[in-house]
């Protein structure tokens, strides 16, 4: 199985920055697909961003794009989000998510998932 710890969550103010980041405890950590989903009071779980299995290739909410960015260093099993020009509605609890090999943008193809990580921008 797949364990996923996030941290780096807190509380900011608009057009700040924070940078997640998510410790996987896997064997084979670079077999993995990883992204970030977040969920606010109220709303269902949405996709923000994901990552290939080497890197390569990254995927964007429209909602982030061009504020957040993703990577993933497979030598230390560790996935990160830097998130920049922070706006109250992103404020949410952040989840790491896990599946083999391939990325889908939605909430029920992933398998692993970790505890999340609070997040909250103030105006």
């Known amino acids: 199985q797949v364990q996923l710890v996030e941290s780096g969550g807190g509380l900011v103010q608009a057009g700040d920055s924070l940078r997640l980041s998510c410790a996987a405890s896997v064997r084979t950590f670079s077999t993995y697909a990883m992204a970030w989903f977040r969920q606010a009071p109220g709303k269902e779980r949405e996709f923000v961003t994901a990552i290939s299995l080497s890197g390569g290739s990254t995927y964007y909410a429209d909602s982030v794009k061009g504020r957040f960015t993703i990577s993933r260093d497979n030598t230390k099993n560790t996935v990160h989000l830097q998130m920049n020009s922070l706006k109250p509605e992103d404020t949410a609890v952040y989840y790491c998510?896990?599946?083999?090999?391939?990325?889908?943008?939605?909430?029920?193809?992933?398998?692993?998932w970790g505890q999340g990580t609070q997040v909250t921008v103030s105006s």
């Open positions: 998510a896990a599946r083999l090999l391939t990325v889908v943008k939605v909430t029920t193809g992933w398998d692993y």
